[in-house]
């Protein structure tokens, strides 16, 4: 359907919506709504963003495909219980601001949350849309609904920034600005607190900026809610390492903070532990993406000084959106050839389906029951090749998913001259080898109660940090519940 036919289709529903109502069997019959995208060929070749959204008439359109089920399904689904029938039905409506306040409720970053969230697995996976067509790829596209009203919101410059309420001279120490740090920055300044948010790199924004790439989240959506921190008045300290530059003992007994939050993410890339990964031109994801991300290194010596090696075959190894970022980037960096290894099928795939969509049609070549043994280098160091072996897929094991089975004999050479290691991610020990007295688990991660209170005193933590490799919206939805304790507990004293 052209622009003009949906505009014409939208006029003859809104009359009918204004006169009688639309009927479930008028939403139904309305096709859901393709995003635009950028052309697969030539968005390989550069870093701007792929999905380019809705229009306003395609916005309200999918809108009016929402059913208004009496029991909402779809906010069963969501980890922030946003009203998603109330904000769908403004769209619907052509109220677009009254459909941001909505979300602004229960969701601080709806521009990030519209590109990124697992809606399929959430939200989208509860829709009767979905169910009743029995194509869950149907259901009506709520992230792309929120990325709309969010991003209108910002083109338009009707973004508020939230009132602060009377200064209450407490003081709060954040350690990470990922999306759980700057949740709780947020909220504990509207309070009245006094905030500084703590980063241990040169830039805030946690993996949003250093890890998603570029053409799945523009780094400026994220920048614009680090200057909507700015402008609420909190203070951002970068290059600052919680447990080196100074203990959280020291922040709470000698530096005067109150209370302090931990979210400092899951930052210790995991390896194969195979021969071979200590070859020159074998890289963790966090390391390749950040290169390519925060320090520019894609610009190949145009002003960046920090070099990423032009490679020509990579291997990325792992299935989920760091491996699909890392393979699409490794693209877009000019390899020629990206090979995705991944032990099993793409069915058990943890990435995104669009990320997996997406890779596929710019070109990134998947070898699914496969996973390398040994990389191979020359007499140099350099990697040349990797050892892989094929798998055959046996019964479900403990996460759910069919368990891979090596297949004896099956190993061959596969030609790369760079491995790029997307297996998972875990919590960095720094703060647990400087905080022996705070409860861990036994992977790592910091215990909390019901509030994300630690088992310290006047510190609590989420995020990534608590629940390991996770998700942007279950950070926030973490970090918003460790606020309100927060900000509980400074009432009190
Ligand atoms: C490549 C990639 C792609 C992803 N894609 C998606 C996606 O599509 N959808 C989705 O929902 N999730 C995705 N995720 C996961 C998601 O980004 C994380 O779950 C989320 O960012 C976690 O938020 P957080 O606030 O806990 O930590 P982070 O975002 O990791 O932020 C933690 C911050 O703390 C800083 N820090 C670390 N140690 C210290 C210290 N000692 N002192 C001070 N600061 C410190 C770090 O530098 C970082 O800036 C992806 C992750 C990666 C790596």
Redesign the pocket.
Same mark, same amino acid.
């Given at each position: 359907m052209n622009e003009q036919q949906q505009k014409e289709l939208l006029d003859k529903l809104l009359v009918k919506q204004a006169a009688t109502g639309l009927t479930p069997k008028d939403r139904m019959a309305i096709e859901p709504q393709d995003m635009m995208v950028q052309d697969a060929k030539d968005r390989s070749s550069n870093v701007k963003e792929v999905a380019l959204g809705y229009s306003e008439t395609q916005a309200q359109l999918e809108a009016m495909r929402c059913l208004q089920c009496k029991n909402a399904p779809c906010v069963s689904g969501c980890p922030v219980r946003i009203r998603i029938k109330d904000f769908v039905t403004e769209i619907a409506l052509g109220n677009f601001d009254k459909a941001l306040d909505i979300i602004s409720e229960n969701q601080l970053l709806p521009a990030v949350c519209g590109r =990124?969230?697992?809606q399929e697995v959430q939200c989208q996976a509860e829709c009767t849309v979905g169910k009743a067509l029995k194509d869950p790829t149907k259901s009506v596209s709520i992230g792309r609904l929120e990325r709309f009203v969010a991003d209108r919101a910002m083109q338009l410059n009707k973004t508020k920034t939230p009132a602060i309420a009377k200064a209450t001279n407490k003081k709060v120490a954040v350690? !990470?600005? %990922?999306? %759980? *740090?700057i949740v709780v920055a947020g909220e504990c300044r509207r309070a009245g607190h006094s905030v500084t948010l703590?980063?241990?790199?040169n830039k805030p %924004? *946690? =993996?949003?900026v250093y *890890?998603?790439p570029e053409f799945r989240l523009p780094k400026a959506l994220v920048q614009k809610e680090i200057d909507t921190l700015r402008d609420m008045g909190v203070e951002i300290v970068c290059n600052?390492?919680?447990?080196r530059t100074r203990t959280i003992n020291q922040l709470l007994e000698e530096d005067g903070f109150d209370a302090v939050f931990i !979210? &400092? !993410?899951?930052?210790l890339p995991k390896f194969m532990q195979i021969e071979g990964e200590s070859l020159i031109g074998v890289y963790s994801? $966090?390391e390749y993406?950040t290169r390519a991300n925060l320090m520019r290194a894609y610009d190949f010596g145009k002003g960046a000084d920090t070099p990423i090696a032009q490679s020509k075959k990579v291997a990325v190894l792992g299935g989920g $959106? =760091?491996a699909m970022?890392a393979a699409r980037t490794a693209l877009r960096l000019g390899a020629e050839d990206v090979y995705l290894v991944y032990r099993r099928s793409e069915i058990e795939m943890p990435a995104?389906i669009e990320e997996v969509h997406h890779a596929r049609e710019e070109g990134v070549e998947f070898h699914t029951l496969q996973n390398p043994t040994k990389i191979l280098g020359d007499e140099n160091g350099f990697v040349r090749a990797m050892q892989v072996q094929r798998f055959e897929l046996g019964e479900p094991d403990a996460s759910g998913r069919r368990r891979p089975i090596p297949i004896e004999g099956s190993e061959f050479e596969l030609e790369v001259d760079t491995v790029i290691v997307a297996i998972g $991610?875990g919590a960095?020990p720094?703060?647990k080898q400087t905080t022996p007295e705070m409860q861990f688990n036994q992977w790592g991660n910091i215990k909390v109660d019901d509030n994300c209170k630690t088992s310290l005193d006047r510190v609590w933590a989420g *995020?990534?940090?608590v629940l390991g490799?996770?998700? &942007?919206?279950?950070?926030m939805g973490q970090a918003r519940i460790a606020a309100a304790s927060i900000n509980e507990y400074l009432k009190g004293i």
């Open positions: =990124v969230c697992p350690l !990470g600005s %990922g999306p %759980g *740090g703590f980063e241990a790199l %924004g *946690g =993996v949003m *890890g998603i600052f390492i919680a447990g !979210g &400092v !993410g899951a930052g994801a $966090n993406l $959106n =760091v970022d995104r $991610n960095n720094l703060i *995020g990534d940090i490799a996770a998700t &942007v919206i279950l950070a």
